[in-house]
T-cell receptor, first 111, second 113 residues
Framework: KQEVTQIPAALSVPEGENLVLNCSFTDSAIYNLQWFRQDPGKGLTSLLLIQSSQREQTSGRLNASLDKSSGRSTLYIAASQPGDSATYLCAVLTGGFKTIFGAGTRLFVKA | NAGVTQTPKFQVLKTGQSMTLQCAQDMNHNSMYWYRQDPGMGLRLIYYSASEGTTDKGEVPNGYNVSRLNKREFSLRLESAAPSQTSVYFC????????????FGSGTRLTVV
């Protein structure tokens, strides 16, 4: 059974710091991995989608990597800003329309 | 703006009442999903529709029914609401031609008293 774990559960950093959020999964037979952002009381906004054949994706200050063999993905946020404060979730599509979500990392960027 | 639209945004029900949560997408996606999000439990799949005319159970289907009305619309019905169904409900859609990436609606916050 696929399990998705995100560490740390919460993170507080000063503005301007570069940071890495981690996502691990137990079964390497995935179709894709997607990173989302969720603001309090809001829906999930897609940040980056990595197909199983890809190693990384970039969008602005965000870079996500995927290493299927080790069952890991990282989300790198450069030059963090207070507006980056949110919960970040990773999700793994294992096929058969079954996407497993991690519990998320709550990020707080201090001004 | 293109995306997934959910109605209502908030709802309070009494135990035993019924209601339907509406979801519509305008991205021409084939697949649609209903999730619930609870503190400490994360996102759990209730039902999904791989394509128009098909629906299947997810992880937590008990107490719910769904209807894929057409390609755009996928509704979730609570026939007899229970306090355990207090949650935030999200609808999502995806498409193979777009790498199966999910697009989510803004959610419905449901309280059953």
């Amino acid at each position: 059974k696929q399990e998705v774990t995100q560490i740390p559960a919460a993170l507080s950093v000063p503005e301007g710091e570069n940071l890495v959020l981690n996502c691990s999964f137990t079964d390497s037979a995935i179709y894709n991995l997607q990173w989302f952002r969720q603001d309090p009381g809001k829906g999930l906004t897609s940040l980056l989608l990595i197909q199983s054949s890809q190693r990384e994706q970039t969008s602005g200050r965000l870079n996500a990597s995927l290493d299927k063999s080790s069952g890991r993905s990282t989300l790198y946020i450069a030059a963090s800003q207070p507006g980056d404060s949110a919960t970040y979730l990773c999700a793994v599509l294992t096929g058969g329309f079954k996407t497993i979500f991690g519990a998320g990392t709550r990020l707080f960027v201090k001004a | 703006n293109a995306g997934v639209t959910q109605t209502p945004k908030f709802q309070v029900l009494k135990t035993g009442q019924s209601m339907t949560l509406q979801c519509a997408q305008d991205m021409n996606h084939n697949s649609m999903y209903w999730y619930r999000q609870d503190p400490g439990m994360g996102l759990r799949l209730i039902y999904y529709s791989a394509s128009e005319g098909t629906t299947d159970k997810g992880e937590v289907p008990n107490g719910y029914n769904v209807s894929r009305l057409n390609k755009r619309e996928f509704s979730l019905r609570l026939e007899s609401a229970a306090p355990s169904q207090t949650s935030v409900y999200f609808c999502a859609s995806s498409e193979p031609g777009q790498g199966w990436g999910y697009t989510f609606g803004s959610g419905t916050r449901l309280t059953v008293v």
